[in-house]
């Protein structure tokens, strides 16, 4: 049985209501391209009627130090939104590294995004649970300690600007995949929250992988992302494009009673990204 609403807001024990609508159904949101430039993005995620920006933080574009420079025209822009922006970092951030000046210097560049987030309104912002190297069996183990000490250091930094902090799942890949092994993350950081990548997870084990992730962590799920692919890699299609059952995704999340935000990260084209919320809003109407 799903838990009321308000059990699990008190178990994420938020602050900000991000994503929440008058029908209690998600909110839909569009990530800017860090290759074009970032004020255009914005604003064409605006003309497409999306209801919130993720923004991209990460070169050339979506630098701190351009988001720094524009930050009155980006946030005017972003006051134009439903819903607060959300902040997007790069997936390549080494946060587990066995090389220790490296692990502090991507500690302290994960610091100054989260600055620059807060300069554009941002109160939520992700990670990726990649992991690099050789490091294979009870090594392994290494690099997910390692991963766990940078994201103690940077949630309780974050803290001080009360800006939220959330794990993302990478794809089938040497990262963090696997629900076992990213569970042992977020049950070690505290006030770590989960952001869900739904064709991540399906790349990691069909459909089975979903419906582990969002039944593990139903209570901590604060941000979706969603695409399409055909369980093999990360290919960032249009919502039907691929082979993952939606429609049995959105069942699994509405008894989970989620009605946050849901980001399209759709790559063929800005009209697929769009016709894609379109389709998941139809699904979740159901």
Known sequence: MPRPKEQIRNTIGLTYDYGRSELDMPSYGMLTNPSNEILSEISKIRELNFEYVEIGIEGP????????????????????????????????????????????????????????A??????????????NGMFYGEKRKILLDNLIKSLREIVKYASKYNVRVMLENVPLSNGIHDVVEFNYIIDNVNSLLVHLDVPHAFTSGGMDSVFDYISTFRGKIIHIHWHDNHGK??????????????????????????????????????????VSADKLKAMWRI
């Open 233 to 274: 890699k990360d290919e960032h299609l249009a919502v039907g494009e691929g082979l993952i059952n939606h429609e049995d995704i959105v069942k699994a999340l509405k008894d989970v009673e989620y009605d946050r935000t849901v980001t399209l990260e759709v790559f063929t084209s800005e009209n697929d990204a769009k």
């Open 118 to 131: 807060k300069n554009i309104g941002v109160d939520l912002i992700n990670f990726h649970a990649n992991l």
């Open 61 to 116: 574009e979506g630098s701190p130090q351009i988001v720094n420079k524009k930050k009155n025209e980006i946030t005017r822009l972003l006051n134009t939104f439903k819903q607060k922006p959300i902040g997007h970092t790069p997936f390549w951030i080494d946060l587990g590294s066995d090389c220790y000046y490296v692990r502090h210097a991507w500690v302290l560049e994960a610091m100054r995004d989260i600055r620059t």
